[in-house]
Structures are given as C-alpha cells and as structure tokens.
C-alpha cells in the first residue's frame, strides 16, 4: 500500500538545527514549510518519507538558525556610516548627527538609506530590525522591497525636523502610517519616544495611553550616558528612569535601548516591572558610553535582546559580531568565563527579541506553528574546522560572511549569498549621490 505524501512548498535539509527554543543542537533534521510557516521539524530521514516538497535545499555543512533580530537600530542611518567617527554622544549628535539630518533628511534619504540598511542586515542573517527614525512610510517601502520583516517606531520628539514639527505632528503622522499598513504581515508598528532628554512629560503620558490602547512596545533611549542621568536628577529631581516609571511607560512592553548606566534600584526596578533591555555592546564602546551591566540583568531575569544601534554608531548592522562581543564583555567584567554562553547570547539576538517586540507567538525560534523566518550558517569553511559545537562556532567562530541562506516568512531572500531582490546597481548609484552631498557635513 502506498502512502500519500504530504504536500509542503519548501523542506530545508541540515546537519545541524538550533531552534533556541528548547536550547538543544537537532542533528540530521529538516524543517518542513507550508504557506510561509513552519508545519514540522523531524529527522531528515522521516521527512523524506512524510513530505512531498515543491522545493528542498539541503545543507550539507550548515546550522539552520532562526532568523536575527536587531532589536535596536536607525536603518536610513546607513548613509551616514563613518561621517563622524571617534567623538562621545552628545558632541556627536549635537555637532555633527542633527546638523546633517537637518540639512538632509527627507522620504527619499530613509528609502536609500533603509534600502542599504536591508540589505547589508539580511545578507547578514538578520531577518527583522526595530527602527527608529523619521519617514516610517519610506522605510516600510524599503523594507518591503527586500522582503524583510520590521518594526517601524512611531518616532516622537520635541524639536521640528524635515518631517515633522512638534511631538503630537509626529505620532499623528506615525499612527496614520500604521493605520494604512496594518494588513502588511511583516510590517509591525511600536511607539518611539527618542530619549528622556528630548521628550517632556506631556508626550510621555501621551505614549503610555496609546501603548495601552493599541497595544504597541514602546522604543526609548534609556541611561545611555552619566550626563543624561545628572541632567535628569538637575531637572527633574529623580533618574530617566524612575520619571518614565512614574509616568507609567515601564512593563513587559517597553524596550529601553543601551541601560548602560544601571544602579540597583534601577536593575530591580526593570526587573519588577518587566521591562526590557536592547543590549547594543558596540555602540557603547564605540561612543564610550560604558558597560551596561548585562550579568545582573540576566541574573534578576531582565530579558536582554540584542541591537547594532545605526551604522553611524556602531559601523556594522553585524549582529553575530555583537553576539561574540556580548558574551565576552560579560565574561571579562565579572571574571566567570562560563557567563553568557554560546546558547545564551543566540538567544538574545533570536527569541528574546521577539520577547521585546511582542512578536514571541511568530518569530525568534524554529518551532512548529511559527513563520519561516530563518537562516543558514555555513560551517564548511577550513576556519570552521574541527566544529565540536555548532552553536559555540556561531558566536566565537563564524561570522555574517557564513550566511548562505535567509528565509523570511518561507520566501527565499538571500541565495547562496547572493540577494534575491533586484535593484542593487540603482542603490549603489543613490548610495554615491548620498555621499557627495553628505561629505561637507564632515
């Protein structure tokens, strides 16, 4: 008697599988593929037997990974990648980063730039990224071009830019774009107010109730620099912190993005509301901001995601680069080389985003049910060689250059290492134009 095989679009062979979520290594596995979602994960030899596929890649020296999540970036950003280096956050931004964006910004700056922004991160195994900056439209365009997922922030601060002029024009404008692309499946929305230090009380209160009503994360710069916190006690007689507390943004919905600056009433105070943290270890190193205290975090239970901060901070949108630097910065600041392990810190830059971003129900692990959104990594190289453990050569061994394959939603977007959507001679030739004109903001 014959046995009716199963019909599925897409069943992915590999050597090795880490869905994250249980941290285990699944040797010899396949996952099978319907409609853009995962339907099965089983051994390779059983889903021969079960599935008829429309299409199988087989990944003879891979791990197969869910897709990354860059918990905190600005993508359109990109194009600004090295045009202050070497400089601390508020001379940087106060000097260099707002005069240009004043001079610059506009729909078609953050469609290039989030274009490059895409481009660079999905060839590198990120399949979704938290956004925060001016334009949203125009970076949902990008993004959908590439076929990336994204969380665009509904931006929110108090000074008037090219694209809007006050903090209700700008969250007016952001709910409108949400409103036009709520049935876009791999468009999300959340609210981003830019920082404590450039959002008052009033547009604060406002974010909290329409985190309520709609249900939407709230995205905000949080204890980056010491400044930033003595400004704060100067002003307001109390830290970044507790004022957003007090103001009733904290709780399982709000992302604070660096935390670099913790005291332990601060720690207990995130871990008791259960806030999250967009861990960005780079972009702090890069703009001497600090060390954020990762280790006590993770030990009261915060959950900690991981984010490249723009390309004009960090330089990389390099997400296995700041998982390898994650870890160690641990290990070296508390002197226990067994902190942040391998299995963690892909955690991080996988499922505990997805955590952040409401968004656990669909993406950040390779299990049945959820999207397709997923990446291989190829350990063939002679660099990778001898691989006793597949997972520790993710994070200590290999890099985004090991990206063969990225799915998002069961649509192939990168090939063999090679983008799937067209366009890339037309960026190339915006991406020049950008730097002719941005060279005198030096």
């Not at 399949?127 to 665009?152: H, I, K, Q, W």
């Not at 692309?181 to 329409?210: G, M, N, Q, S």
């Not at 600090?290 to 006590?296: E, H, I, K, N, S």
């Not at 870890?327 to 600041?333: E, N, R």
């Amino acid at each position: 008697m014959t046995t009716q095989l199963e019909t599925i679009d897409l069943l992915i062979e590999s050597r090795w599988i880490a869905p994250v979520d249980p941290d285990i290594v699944l040797k010899n596995h396949a996952v099978a593929i319907r409609h853009g979602r995962i339907v099965a994960i089983l051994p390779t030899s059983e889903a021969r037997d079960r599935f008829s596929p429309t299409e199988k890649v087989t990944l003879g020296e891979h791990i197969l990974i869910p897709g990354l999540i860059n918990l905190h970036t600005h993508a359109a950003m990109s194009l600004m990648r090295g045009l202050a280096d070497d400089l601390p956050l508020m001379t940087w931004l106060q000097q260099h980063i707002w005069p240009a964006e004043a001079n610059h910004v506009s729909a078609q700056f953050v469609l290039d730039g989030t274009r490059l922004a895409c481009a660079e991160m999905l060839r590198g195994g990120i399949t979704c990224f938290n956004d925060m900056y001016y334009f949203p439209e125009a970076a949902a365009a990008a993004a959908s071009e590439l076929g990336m997922r994204t969380v665009l922030g509904i931006t929110a601060i108090e000074f008037p830019t090219a694209y809007a002029n006050d903090a209700d024009d700008y969250l007016n404008k952001g709910l409108a774009v949400r409103e036009k692309l709520l049935d876009d499946p791999l468009i999300h929305f959340c609210l981003a107010p830019h920082a404590p230090y450039t959002v008052a009380d009033k547009t604060f209160e406002r974010i909290a109730t329409l985190s309520g009503q709609l249900n939407l994360p709230i995205h905000c710069h949080i204890h980056e620099t010491r400044q930033e916190i003595e400004e704060s006690l100067t002003r307001h007689q109390k830290t970044p912190l507790q004022r957003l507390h007090e103001l009733g943004l904290l709780g399982p919905g709000f992302i604070g993005v660096h935390g670099v600056h913790l005291n332990d009433d601060d720690l207990q105070l995130l871990s008791e509301t259960g806030s999250n943290i967009a861990h960005c270890p780079t972009s702090n190193l890069k703009l001497a901001s600090g060390f954020a205290p990762v280790a006590q975090m993770l030990q009261l239970g915060i959950n900690v995601g991981l984010g490249t901060d723009g390309a004009a901070s960090n330089n990389r949108l390099d997400l296995f680069n700041e998982m390898r630097l994650a870890s160690l910065l641990v290990k070296g600041l508390t002197g226990d080389a067994s902190a942040l392990p391998a299995h963690q810190a892909l955690r991080m830059a996988t499922l505990n985003g997805a955590i952040a971003l409401g968004l656990s129900d669909e993406i950040g692990s390779i299990s049945t049910g959820k999207s397709a959104d997923l990446c291989a990594v190829s350990l063939a190289d002679i660099n990778c060689r001898p691989c006793y453990d597949p997972v520790s050569h993710l994070i200590n061994v290999a890099g985004r250059e090991s990206v063969t394959h990225v799915w998002i939603a069961g649509k192939c977007c990168v090939d063999h290492k090679t983008l799937s959507a067209n366009g890339q001679n037309d960026l190339e030739s915006a991406i020049a134009l950008w730097q002719n004109a941005l060279e005198v903001c030096v």
